[in-house]
């Protein structure tokens, strides 16, 4: 039957003196459904509803009551009876709210870590230790100042990374990011600081980095096709392994022989090579592995030590040590997710 609003105005009257009385602990929330579903069941009319906020962390709960509206829609009520405070309210004004982890005291806010995320890339494997590396870099950075240069030089390798080759086209791609210029401007002066904590290990920690570990950083010269599936590539390493790119091409020229196949060579440094290969000694094939989804098969034709002196090797000596002192500050920080 319709009701009026005399009759829902004391039915809010009551709907507040009940939450008031709800227990607050949490090993009582079940009482409270039960002492809600009673006082519901004789106002069938509301059709009333109780949300338990159970925060971690505390004993303590919090409780909003749903209400139907005799004109429609619905009316949410909420109760704090010790410090004035509803749920709602206390969890937008926490420190916390917009925060998604918290790394030694520095924070990552939602909105920097989708700035983070966009700038990493959105396959990015190890998403997590990611955002976490950069909570610890905002902590060694968050006092340094730029020269003009640097912010220049920041901002035109992002730029460059991106093939954003004119102002119009990086407006684009802020535009279709949801990034504003502002916006933009504070995060690569962000990624200026961090490449300045980079350089840090360039020289002679790179160098220490490389006399400790010369086997990260030979070249491999090598070979390698992946497809959808291993029985053909099987067939690919059946024979010399000088001949197999020779096999490769062949079966790429032969009509209806190469659905899906793809060959790939490169002489370069072996963490740039694919994992299936980077621990292939010289003279040696590989695979077929599963790999990205398909299937690999390889031949490492040679392998070359590391170059002390090559600027190549040593920027990847360089990164190598970055991220290995990263490794062991992620390993010794205290981490506090939010969005679990």
Known sequence: MPIDQNTFATDLADAVALLRRLPPARDAVRDAHRRVRDWAAERPWLRADLVVDEPPGTTRVGYDLLLEHPEGGTVALSAEVDDGVP??????????????VNVDGHGLSIFTALSTIRALGARDRQLHERLVDHCILLGEVEDDTLTVAETQQAADEFRRRRGLTTRARTLEWLADSGLSEDAFREHVKTQARIARVRERFAGDPARRYLAGHPERFTVRRAAWVTGPRPEPLRALLDGPVTEFANRVTATLLAPGEAAGL????????????????????????????????????????????PDPESPEVLDAARDAAFQAWLDERRCASEIKWFWL
């Open 87 to 100: 749920w709602l309210v206390d969890h937008s004004t926490h420190w916390a709210a917009g925060q998604v």
């Open 262 to 305: 793809r060959l790939e060579a490169a002489a370069t440094l072996t963490p740039r090579l694919p994992e299936p290969l980077r621990d292939v000694p010289a003279g040696t094939a590989a695979g077929p592995v599963p790999y990205d989804g398909g299937h690999l098969a390889g031949v490492v034709y040679e392998v070359v030590p």
